[in-house]
C-alpha cells in the first residue's frame, strides 16, 4: 500500500486536502481487497474534522474494524476530540486534545487542527456577539483569560477592563466588486432565452 501522497501531504502541512486524499486512497485500496489493517485511520479521522465533516468521520469510524479501534489509543484519542466536536463541547475539544501525547507523525496536525479550530470558532464569536465577557471567550477559545484577551485584542477587539467585557469588532464586508459587462450580456442571454 503506496501511503507516499498521504505523507507527503503531512510534510507539507497540506492537512485541506488530506480529507479527500485519505478517501479516495482507501477506496482503491478497498477495491483492489488489500487488507487495511496498516491503513493511517488517525490521520484519515482527523483529517475530517480538520475539514469540519462530522458525518464524514463518524461514518469512517464505524467502519473502523474493532480491533483496530482497540489496539491504536492515539485513533481512539481523535475519535474523543470528534466526540467533543459533535456535543459542542468547545473546552473539552482543547482540553482532550492537549491531554494525549502524540506521535511524532502526527503532532504537527494536531496543533494545524486545533489553530484552525481557534480560528474558526474566533469567526463565529465575531459573527454571534458584538460584546462578550472574557470569560466566554477564554472557554470558547480554550485558553487562559490572559492569552484569550491578547488573541482577541490583537485582532481587533477592544477591552473594558473593569467590567472584564470584550467589543468585537465586526469584519467589513467586501461590496466592491466590479460587474463584468460580458457577464452581465451572457446572464442577460440566458435570462432571454429561459423566458422565450
Known amino acids: 500500500m503506496d501511503l507516499s501522497a498521504i505523507h ?13 486524499l485519505c478517501d479516495d486512497l482507501l477506496l482503491q485500496v478497498a477495491s483492489r481487497g488489500a487488507a487495511t489493517d496498516d491503513w493511517p485511520y488517525a490521520v484519515h479521522l482527523l483529517a475530517h474534522l480538520y475539514l469540519n465533516d462530522l458525518n464524514s468521520a463518524r461514518f469512517l469510524w464505524k467502519t473502523v474494524p474493532q480491533e483496530v479501534k ?44 486545533l489553530e484552525s479550530y481557534r480560528k474558526r470558532i474566533f469567526e463565529l464569536l465575531t459573527s454571534a456577539y458584538s460584546t462578550i465577557i472574557v470569560a466566554d471567550v477564554s ?50 442571454e440566458c435570462v432571454f432565452h429561459l423566458e422565450h
Not at 459533535?86 to 486534545?97: I, K, L, Q, S
Not at 485584542?153 to 466592491?176: E, H, I, P, Y
Open 70 to 113: 482497540d489496539a491504536r489509543p492515539e485513533l481512539a484519542a481523535i475519535w474523543k476530540i470528534g466526540q467533543c466536536l459533535w456535543n459542542r463541547d468547545y473546552a473539552g475539544v482543547y482540553t482532550t486534545a492537549h491531554e494525549f501525547e502524540w506521535s511524532p507523525e502526527i503532532a504537527d496536525f494536531v496543533a494545524g487542527f
Open 139 to 188: 472557554h470558547f477559545m480554550g485558553m487562559s483569560e490572559e492569552d484569550a484577551t491578547n488573541y482577541a485584542v490583537q485582532n481587533g477587539w477592544s477591552l473594558d477592563a473593569a467590567t472584564k467585557m470584550l467589543t468585537v469588532r465586526k469584519q467589513k464586508a467586501q461590496t466592491n466588486q466590479k460587474l463584468d459587462a460580458s457577464k452581465l450580456q451572457r446572464l442577460t
Open 8 to 20: 507527503a501531504a503531512l510534510s507539507a502541512k497540506s492537512y485541506s486536502t488530506l480529507g479527500p
